[in-house]
């Protein structure tokens, strides 16, 4: 089955969920683990806080097992749930008359801040 292979991002449906990992099926033949070190990149306390069964989600392929239809999968490097949530809140970039000339006035007064900033957490060790 040349749909499935390593590198490929794939929907499935989660079918399982045990504490070291995720379940995920692809139509008849093939399924896969999402280990618990491949959901997130942080901590992973519950993987309920991440998936659910019956969840539709996009997966990374791994590794493919060809002989036993199986696949290693991964969701922590790609935006795994197909959600609506944030869908229409994103403003489309509107450039200004005045562009970079705000940035150019306010960075030297900035960096002048910052500066003291340093100089004062500097001088509070020192004491």
Do not use: C
């Not at 944030?86 to 200004?96: D, K, L, S, W």
């Not at 900035?110 to 020192?126: A, F, P």
């Amino acid at each position: 089955m040349a749909e499935y292979k390593k590198g490929r991002v794939v929907k499935g449906t989660v079918t399982g969920i045990e504490p070291y990992g995720a379940f995920v099926s692809f139509g008849e033949f093939y399924s896969g683990l999402i280990h618990i070190s491949e959901i997130s990149h942080g901590f992973v306390k519950d993987i309920h806080d991440f998936l659910n069964i019956g969840d539709v989600i996009y997966t990374e392929i791994l590794e493919v097992d060809e002989e036993d239809y199986q696949l290693k999968l991964s969701i922590k490097n790609i935006a795994y749930k197909n959600s609506r949530k944030y869908a229409g809140t994103h403003r489309p970039i509107v450039e200004t008359t005045s562009g970079f000339q705000t940035l150019r006035k306010k960075l030297p007064r900035w960096i002048e801040e910052n500066l003291k900033k340093q100089k004062n957490k500097i001088n509070s060790v020192d004491k």
